[in-house]
């Protein structure tokens, strides 16, 4: 079995990262189509303003990233005659761009200003349909050019994203983890390598040093040493671990909650923690290891009972709903090191609720 691992072009972060845009976009093109995301277009104007090397056609989006929405984008950017593409926004925005740079061929520039999720460093556009459901992971050809995060920007977000972000993460040591018990596959066609599964360690203590701290800092919009060492771990180790380590039942639980219409509303990496926490009682885990996750994540905010994510621990159906969808063939459940299925998952999904951490 071949071992892989793979890898953003450039990384950049830091407090006014976003003021060597224009040289950093110099390196792959003279013309960049930029898709902003609609709520922050006019915080990124300033920084927009100063290209001078590199022409910049701007686009806002509103949409989430499904079929219609990454055809249009590659349209307009195809019109535009640009030779890369620049997404400035959350997941979605970020996808879309992805998606439609792959499509095109073009260099794809990723300029995250929430940190909700580990998306940014990745190869992977997830495809909702237009009711928000999951339809399908689209893995394009390579990771991005360069991912550029202004960590004076991403702090002036809502604490919640901030949050979500660190969910997500939490769940990439415990992934990763389960693909190397179980010689199951990562996301890049391989066994993970050793650097993947140390990034996803170093993820987890990274996030369990200082996560509380920086959730704190966010909330103020200080950027600290916590909060950067937070946003490295959630957005560049995140992305490294999970992709390169793999995914397992946090993700494969996440993707069930999805169907359920009372969860829509909530942010990926929210209904991703519930995954890692029910992961925790699909086999005979440590309960020294389920109370510190339990306690890490209500230190930092995230929820820890189905009722945190509006769904109702008995509605049998519902839980069920989720159980099937999580298990369904090829799902990435079965990367666990040990059989599950749909009966087992809503045992976990029970157990989870109940648990009190003492």
Same mark, same amino acid.
């Given at each position: 079995?071949?071992?892989?691992?793979? @890898? #953003?072009?450039? *990384?950049?972060?830091?407090?006014?990262?976003?003021?060597?845009? $224009?040289?950093?976009?110099?390196? =792959?093109?003279?013309?960049?189509a930029?898709?902003?995301d609609?709520?922050?277009?006019?915080?990124?104007? #300033?920084?927009?303003?100063?290209?001078?090397?590199?022409?910049?056609?701007?686009?806002?989006? $509103?949409a989430? &990233?499904?079929?219609?929405?990454?055809?249009?984008?590659?349209?307009?950017i195809?019109?535009?005659?640009?030779?890369?593409?620049v997404?400035?926004?959350?997941g979605?925005?970020v996808?879309?761009?992805?998606?439609?740079?792959?499509?095109?061929?073009?260099? @794809?520039?990723?300029?995250?200003?929430i940190?909700?999720?580990?998306? #940014?460093?990745?190869?992977?556009?997830?495809? *909702? !349909?237009?009711?928000?459901?999951?339809?399908r !992971?689209?893995f394009?050809?390579?990771?991005?050019?360069?991912?550029?995060?202004?960590?004076?920007l991403?702090?002036?977000?809502?604490?919640? +994203? +901030?949050?979500?972000?660190?969910?997500?993460?939490?769940?990439? @040591? *415990?992934?990763?983890?389960? &693909?190397?018990?179980?010689?199951?596959?990562? =996301?890049?066609?391989?066994?993970g390598?050793?650097?993947a +599964?140390?990034?996803?360690? =170093?993820?987890?203590?990274? =996030? +369990?040093?200082?996560?509380?701290?920086?959730?704190?800092?966010?909330?103020?919009?200080?950027?600290?040493? !916590?909060? !950067?060492?937070?946003?490295?771990?959630?957005?560049?180790?995140?992305?490294?671990?999970?992709?390169?380590?793999g995914?397992?039942?946090?993700?494969?639980?996440?993707?069930?909650?999805?169907?359920?219409?009372?969860s829509?509303g909530?942010?990926?990496?929210?209904?991703?923690?519930?995954?890692?926490?029910?992961?925790? @009682?699909?086999?005979?885990?440590?309960?020294?290891?389920?109370?510190?996750?339990?306690?890490?994540?209500?230190?930092?905010?995230? #929820?820890?009972?189905?009722?945190?994510?509006?769904?109702?621990?008995?509605?049998?159906?519902?839980?069920?709903?989720?159980?099937?969808?999580?298990c369904?063939?090829?799902?990435?459940?079965?990367?666990?090191?040990?059989?599950?299925?749909?009966?087992?998952?809503?045992?976990?999904?029970?157990a989870?609720d109940? *648990?009190?951490?003492?």
């Amino acid at each position: 079995m071949l071992r892989t691992s793979i @890898f #953003p072009s450039r *990384y950049v972060q830091g407090a006014g990262a976003l003021d060597s845009l $224009d040289a950093e976009l110099a390196r =792959l093109g003279t013309h960049a189509a930029c898709l902003v995301d609609a709520n922050v277009a006019a915080l990124l104007q #300033p920084a927009l303003s100063k290209a001078e090397r590199v022409k910049l056609v701007v686009r806002s989006v $509103d949409a989430a &990233c499904t079929e219609r929405s990454v055809a249009a984008a590659a349209d307009w950017i195809r019109e535009s005659g640009a030779d890369i593409v620049v997404s400035f926004g959350g997941g979605k925005v970020v996808d879309t761009g992805r998606a439609a740079a792959d499509d095109l061929r073009l260099p @794809f520039v990723c300029v995250p200003t929430i940190a909700a999720s580990d998306a #940014p460093c990745s190869a992977l556009a997830v495809i *909702y !349909d237009e009711e928000g459901r999951v339809v399908r !992971d689209r893995f394009v050809r390579r990771n991005p050019d360069l991912v550029l995060l202004d960590t004076s920007l991403i702090v002036r977000a809502p604490v919640r +994203f +901030f949050i979500a972000g660190i969910g997500d993460a939490l769940a990439t @040591f *415990y992934e990763a983890d389960a &693909c190397r018990r179980a010689y199951a596959n990562n =996301l890049c066609g391989g066994r993970g390598t050793a650097l993947a +599964f140390e990034a996803a360690k =170093l993820c987890r203590d990274t =996030l +369990f040093a200082h996560a509380v701290q920086a959730v704190d800092d966010c909330r103020a919009q200080i950027v600290t040493p !916590d909060f !950067d060492a937070t946003l490295e771990a959630t957005v560049l180790l995140s992305g490294v671990g999970f992709e390169s380590g793999g995914v397992a039942a946090a993700h494969a639980i996440h993707h069930g909650l999805a169907d359920l219409p009372s969860s829509r509303g909530l942010l990926h990496g929210e209904k991703v923690a519930i995954g890692v926490l029910a992961s925790l @009682f699909l086999s005979a885990v440590p309960d020294d290891e389920r109370q510190r996750v339990f306690r890490f994540c209500r230190a930092v905010g995230l #929820p820890t009972r189905l009722a945190d994510i509006n769904v109702d621990v008995t509605n049998q159906a519902a839980l069920e709903t989720v159980a099937k969808r999580a298990c369904r063939a090829g799902e990435i459940i079965h990367n666990e090191p040990y059989p599950v299925d749909a009966p087992l998952v809503v045992a976990a999904l029970k157990a989870m609720d109940r *648990y009190t951490v003492r």
